[in-house]
């Protein structure tokens, strides 16, 4: 499963199931999550302003 994310031109670092480190950074112009499992998830996202993990969006659970 793929899920694909376009920003509106502002970097944004995206974050993984309440991960510490970021699991794209600086994401300006699109990205794509290649999760490679069959099943499906459930995963949780979070997008935050680049550098930041104060400015936030609420996270986001999807399955597949």
Same mark, same amino acid.
């Given at each position: 499963? !793929? !899920? ?5 031109? $502002? ?7 309440? +991960?510490?480190?970021? !699991? ?7 990205? $794509? ?16 302003? $680049?550098? /930041?993990? /104060?400015?936030?969006? +609420?996270?986001? $659970?999807?399955?597949?």
């Amino acid at each position: 499963p !793929l !899920l694909t994310w376009n920003p509106s031109g $502002t970097g944004m670092d995206v974050y993984l199931d309440g +991960g510490s480190a970021a !699991l794209a950074t600086n994401v300006g112009s699109g990205w $794509t999550h290649d999760t490679g499992n069959k099943k499906g998830g459930p995963y949780t996202y979070e997008v935050c302003a $680049t550098g /930041s993990t /104060s400015a936030c969006s +609420g996270p986001v $659970t999807v399955s597949y």
